[in-house]
């Protein structure tokens, strides 16, 4: 709203198309008014007004970049970044090469503006490495290219002293690649020779300033200014310029441009020399011939020259002092006067430097070209030195208007003269506008055949006497009635006098007014020759990029053709620059300079409404206001508003024409605001274009909610749908795995029923049979856990497992008594044969006489008891040991069973005596003891039976068989200390050898047979029995009574 104000405001409207009336103290005023309130920038259509503020204005904020980024123009309030805006998207979306031409006069804000539209366009073009790099290069391009190529004027503290151009080169997506700078006429004179309150080149007063002593010492300078006689001697230090830290921004600047430290070095060397050239002083000589010479006054500053560019000093001394000329074949070495010395150094000193300078523009350009083969797109900005009305104009003013003179001859041929042809070609109706066509002028100047520059080259190679003179007199005759043209001559022959015309001067009415040119030093600066001995003395430095600077003096390369001249040059820069700049679409900034001064706030209308007129401004107006504001073709007009009606949306059928006119019939805007051309449709005021343009940006809103709407809608459905399948396909699985579930549930239910009935029936059927079952199956049960519980229980009760435990637990139930009593003897016969198992052979022999013994005699004979205590030991005489049984020993050998010693009795007396008893297997022996004699050996066969008493006694009577040898004495009678074992071990041998057992009678009476007859033997318990022994007392001879205890 606030920029649609700002045109509309009628005090100091935005866009003087829409000024009323249109007058050029109207337009002043407005201008006047506009800066007053601080907006310096006014349109004419899309032309950029600029009105230099002298201060800064906070209106070239990031936050001011993001307003006007893809603005529309006439939406915002007229500032330099809508014009860059404008132009950047019409390059970057319509794919058309752009260029700014930024015009205006020294001071006015020309460089200023370049500036801004180039951060501009780094500032909204798109980021990354890459793109940042390249940013960053061309932008550092400017402190460089000032530092060598600005000077401090008395217009302008940093004026630029040559004219620039710049190409940035972009790819289709609008991210810049490179460019391409081009430079024109650098005002070189200025290294020699300044006016004072100006300044030489920056460069000379940043290195100085700036520079490390070690720096210095390296280039043999001093710090000092005044020792500069290119400096003019003096200390001229800017207010609020820092020398020194411009000059450290100048090569950070390089480096990021890319010059690597050797080209650094090199380059402020060279600048160094040709600081030091203006110190060079000759003075004259004589020579023999009576000739005036020169020569140096002070070698040293030849001296450090020499040896900072590695150069023998006498070849520079030599190319400085003389010239060498050729006549015909020969060659003559002619000695120089002062002045041409002087002359000869100096041109060396601004050749050096305008060389150093297109190199450098050479080396930044080999920075940031594009590499070939890129499709790219081209945005040119043009920043070249404004029309110049000095008091006293030479050739370099005339080459500089002749510039801005081809420049408004571009703007007069693209916004006026096209603009009433394309209403023409259009078939529209169209008023004339009255305007000033330079092309006049520029003829006059520029003619190949009768230009002023075409006569001031053929004077310069003229042979014979050539000066200014000529030259203006030829100038005089050609251009007698020329309208452009008068001079001194022209206007004697018109009766005009003029005083402020001298005669050395012609004057040409530029476009912007009429501007004298003096012609001395016009042949001079055209030739702009360099004695050739110069050339070649610097070819012949060893320094590489001096060197390279002068290829003209590789003496291989000598050729008598002229160079061109500097006006030829210049003629075909600008050709060039003009055949670039038509190749493109323009956009204008015009700078307006408001005071002389410098000064903020200062409006001198003067000056500022000379400046309106000489850039055209009023008639620029005037054709905007009679024409069209905008015009375009049919086809991207429709193509661009055609969302505006419902009849040509989304597609028109018939031609691009009738949709237009449908489109616009259907907007309703008034007749005289339309214009239908052939091809193309004409609006005539901004407003309606404004207008528009906002219905078109409303209308887009509402589309691209309708895209968004209808995208949302489709998103949202196809994922509707899509969770709706899914819904579905998990719905089904998981209904077909409930119903799954159910079923096996109901299956199992159904076998269980089914299962229930079957039992039921089957039950109902054998109901009977169970009941008759049922109590013995129940006793059965109970019984079977009964015992199963008594078994668990002794299982975990179980006695020791000692032998002679007998402890068992009872039977808890009667039933289970026997149960529990076999299962004790089952327990007792398994521990005992455990027991068993672990018995020795000797142990178990052992004890199997035991058993033998109790078999034989428990409960039968008391002694039985008694030897239950003696272990059967079976040798008790030790005849291994004792050799008086060694013929014993020999008798039983491994046949012993057991030897001992027992008592005979005698079968006659009854009384006893020791006898050794032997037996072994086959026989019983008895000894004598003392001559361990067998006396009798029986054979175990020969015994019949044995006979014991019922007491405890060791009597014993061995019957004998009646077949015995032996028997013949009969029976024998024995008292035995170990009786139970003998008898014992006697019954087993037979058994184990004879498989016979011993016939053993236990009794209190009994008969033995002896040789007399039998004796009846009887046994009596006596106390009168010896303790030991018993006794035998015969009683008659068939009778004998035993006393036993
Ligand atoms: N937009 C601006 N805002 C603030 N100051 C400005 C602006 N434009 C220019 N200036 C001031 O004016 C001075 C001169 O501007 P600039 O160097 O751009 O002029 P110019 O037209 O390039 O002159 P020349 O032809 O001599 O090079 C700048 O140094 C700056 O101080
Ligand atoms: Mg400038």
Known sequence: MEATTSLLDADAVGDLVLLDPLTEESLLQTLRERFRRSDIYTYIGNVVISVNPYRSLPIYTPEKVQEYRNCNFFAVKPHIYAIADDAYRSLRDRDRDQCILITGESGA??????????????????????????????????????????????????????????????????????????????????????????????????????????????????????????????????????????????????????????????????????????????????????????????????????????????????????????????????TLSVPQGYYGRDALAKNIYSRLFDWLVNRINTSIQVKPGKQRKVMGVLDIYGFEIFQDNG?????????????????????????????????????????????????????????????????????????????????????????????????????????????????????????????????????????????????????????????????????????????????????????????????????????ETKT???????????????????????????????????????ERYKMLSPRTWPRWAGSDREGAEVLLAELAFPPEELAFGHTKIFIRSPRTLFDLEGSRQARVVQLAVLIQKTFRGWRCRTQYQLMRKSQIIISAWFRGHVQKNKYKQMKRSALVIQAYARGWKVRRAYRRYFRSAASACLANFIYRRLVQKFLMGLRRNLPPLAVLDRTWPPAPYKFLAEANQELR???????????????????????????????????????????????????????????????????????????????????????????????????????????AQPKTVLSLGDIRSVSVTRFSDGFLALHLKETSAVGSKGDFLLVSDHLIELVTRLHQTLLDTRAQALPLHIADQFSTRFQKGDVAVTVVESAKAGSDVPVCKKRGSHKMEVLVH
Not at 849 to 859: G, I, M, Q, V
Not at 885 to 900: F, T
């Open 109 to 334: 804000g020309k460089t200023e503006a370049s500036k801004l539209v180039m951060s501009y366009v780094a500032a909204v073009c798109s980021k990354g490495e890459e793109v940042d790099r390249v940013k960053e290069q061309l932008l550092q391009s400017n402190p460089v290219l000032e530092a060598f190529g600005n000077a401090k004027t008395v217009r302008n503290d940093n004026s630029s002293r040559f004219g620039k151009y710049m190409d940035v080169e972009f790819d289709f997506k609008g991210e810049p690649l490179g460019g391409v700078i081009s430079n024109y006429l650098l005002e070189k004179s200025r290294v020699v020779r300044h006016v004072k309150g100006e300044r030489n080149f920056h460069i000379f007063y940043q290195l100085l300033a700036g520079g490390s002593a070690q720096l210095l010492q390296q280039l043999k300078l001093r710090q000092d200014c005044r020792h500069y006689g290119y400096l003019n001697r003096e200390t001229s230090g800017l207010p609020g310029v820092d020398d020194a830290a411009n000059f450290h921004t100048m090569q950070d600047a390089m480096r990021v441009i890319g010059f690597s430290p050797a080209e650094v070095t090199a380059l402020l060397e060279v600048t160094a020399v040709v600081l030091k050239l203006g110190n060079v002083q000759l003075s004259s000589s004589y020579q023999a011939s009576g000739m005036e010479a020169s020569s140096i006054t002070e070698p040293q500053e030849l001296q450090e020259i020499c040896e900072l560019i590695g150069l023998d000093p006498g070849i520079l001394e030599r190319a400085l002092c003389s010239r060498t000329v050729k006549a015909r074949d020969e060659t003559v070495l002619t």
């Open 395 to 595: 050739f370099e003013q005339f080459i500089i208007n002749y510039c801005n003179e081809k420049l408004q001859q571009i703007f007069i041929l693209m916004t006026l003269k096209e603009e009433q042809e394309e209403y023409v070609r259009e078939g529209i109706q169209w008023t004339p506008v009255e305007f000033f066509d330079n092309s006049i002028i520029c003829n006059l100047i520029e003619n190949s055949k009768c230009g002023i520059l075409a006569m001031l080259d053929e004077e310069c190679l003229r042979p014979g006497v050539v000066n200014e003179d000529t030259f203006l007199t030829k100038l005089n005759q050609l251009f007698a009635t020329h309208k452009h043209y008068e001079s001194r001559e022209t206007q004697n022959a018109r009766h005009v006098m003029d005083a402020s015309l001298p005669l050395q001067c012609f004057r040409i009415h530029h476009y912007a007014g009429k501007v004298t040119y003096n012609v001395t030093g016009f042949i001079e600066r055209n030739n702009d020759l360099l004695f050739r001995d110069l050339s070649q003395a610097m070819w012949a430095a060893r320094h590489t990029l001096l060197r390279s600077l002068f290829p003209e003096g590789d003496p291989q390369k000598v050729s008598l053709k002229l160079p061109p001249t500097a006006g030829f040059q210049f003629k075909a820069s600008v050709a060039t620059l003009m055949k670039n700049l038509y190749s493109k679409n323009p956009n204008y900034i015009r700078c307006i300079k408001p005071n």
């Open 600 to 638: 903020a706030m200062v409006f001198t209308p003067e000056l500022v409404l000379a400046q309106i007129r000489y850039l055209g401004l009023m008639e620029n107006v005037r054709v905007r206001r009679a024409g069209y504001a905008f015009r375009q073709l049919y086809g991207p007009f429709l």
């Open 825 to 931: 003897s089952i327990f007792y016969r398994w521990k005992c044969k455990k027991y068993r198992e672990q018995l020795t052979p000797q142990r178990r022999a052992l004890l199997q006489a035991k058993l033998c013994a109790s078999e034989l005699f428990k409960d039968k004979k008391k002694l039985y008891s008694k030897s239950l205590q003696q272990p059967f030991q079976g040798e008790y005489l030790g005849l291994t040991q004792n050799p008086k049984y060694q013929k014993l020993h020999a008798v039983a050998k491994d046949k012993l069973v057991m030897a001992d010693t027992v008592r005979k009795v005698n079968r006659a007396s009854g009384k006893t005596v020791p006898r050794l008893l032997l037996l072994t297997t086959e026989h019983l022996v008895l000894a004598d003891p003392k001559a």
